[in-house]
DNA sequence: GCAGTATGTGAGTAATTACTCGCTTTGGAT
DNA sequence: ATCCAAAGCGAGTAATTACTCACATACTGC
């Protein structure tokens, strides 16, 4: 039982609009204040609700914060499996071309608020969840990568994940377009020089 | 003038001893505790002194957090010019590989610390003196870049910090020679890839 | 209408915390 | 020894904020 779980959800079929503004409301906060911002009082009057209703659907505001990652962390891999999809029979070099313009895009919508959720996620997840965000869209590239080949594909998902973060979190002025160019020439160089050169 | 700013020491050779011993509490109690650990009273008392005393030196708390940016921002770059100065005869995979493996070593020393600079050096630098930490050191890496004949060797420079930057916090619990090396094939990924393929 | 329940409210409370200020201690010059 | 300024101290203060709870309102089946 967390502190983070939601499962006290006061009724089962609950109208859910409330809940939804909220976490909207918690992720303007953060976007446009940063974690000092982030405080239930913020939260409650930019989502035009009291603060006793942020507390009948959340325990605490840590778990408003969980509930925000997983829906972000959501949503992407619902991208994500889309993308993958669509990708499924091109070459190599263009699927991981669009992979990485989902992603330029993801992050370039809020940006402040990925850096966020990143750390904050590090927090919360103290060891139990262990990387909510990342554990199944490194699942999907995984199994992506693998079809194409790529040796010890599990690392290389994980280590282009982070690749592309990192070079999307520093560059976000930059033109997207250029940007993701530049991040798939990176990820492609880092597959290419795979394994063994002799 | 800035609230960060530390022109208000209160004499012009002070022992430093002081600060010295506040800055470093406030890197443990940051890497330790992270953002949310990070007070006046923790900090004060991790470090031996009363709070009275961290006023003394520093102007607000933000003034220690981005005292403690400029100190990490300055060990860095030292570290990193020596490393270059040791490269500069190198073939550019060989100096690649070093330089990668001295970015590794400095983040995983205090791996929570470092993304924590990271976000607080956006929220503080607010426009003014942008990207305190990274300033210098882009323009170290430029400069080797250009003699190796790195085309666009300002947005490679930036790119590759951003790449490594983020392959290292990703991966921080992997042994730390396996990840340089896979780190350092992106980067050659990166600047093999580079300019005009047809 | 009316009973009963689900949902929403927001003033109040207890805890935390950045920062102040009047005081004490230290150390060096005479 | 005496003085004085520099350095250090830490209880106190005002502000912020997570969270509670006694109450108000909306909705549903009769």
Redesign the interface.
């Given at each position: 039982m967390d502190v983070l779980d939601l499962r006290k959800r006061p009724s089962q079929q609950r109208s859910a609009r409330t809940m939804d503004v909220v976490l909207e409301a918690a992720a303007q906060v953060l976007e446009a204040g940063?974690?000092?911002a982030f405080n239930t009082n913020a939260v409650a009057a930019r989502a035009g609700v009291s603060i006793g209703s942020i507390y009948q659907y959340f325990p605490g505001k840590d778990a408003v914060m969980a509930a925000l990652i997983r829906l972000e962390a959501a949503r992407f891999e619902a991208e994500l499996a889309r993308a993958l999809e669509a990708a499924a029979d091109l070459p190599l070099a263009q699927a991981v071309e669009r992979l990485v313009a989902l992603a330029v895009a993801s992050q370039t919508a809020r940006p402040?608020l990925a850096?966020?959720l990143d750390?904050e996620e590090?927090?919360l997840g103290l060891e139990a969840e262990v990387t909510i965000r990342s554990q199944t869209t490194i699942g999907q590239l995984t199994q992506f990568l693998a079809r194409h080949d790529v040796p010890d594909p599990q690392?290389a998902a994980?280590?282009l994940?982070?690749?592309?973060?990192?070079?999307v979190?520093?560059?976000l002025h930059a033109d997207p377009h250029d940007l993701t160019r530049?991040i798939a020439?990176?990820a492609?160089?880092?597959?290419?020089?795979?394994a063994g050169d002799p």
């Open positions: 940063g974690l000092g402040n850096r966020i750390l590090r927090r690392v994980g280590d994940q982070n690749l592309v973060r990192g070079m979190d520093g560059a530049r020439r990176a492609m160089g880092y597959l290419s020089g795979q």
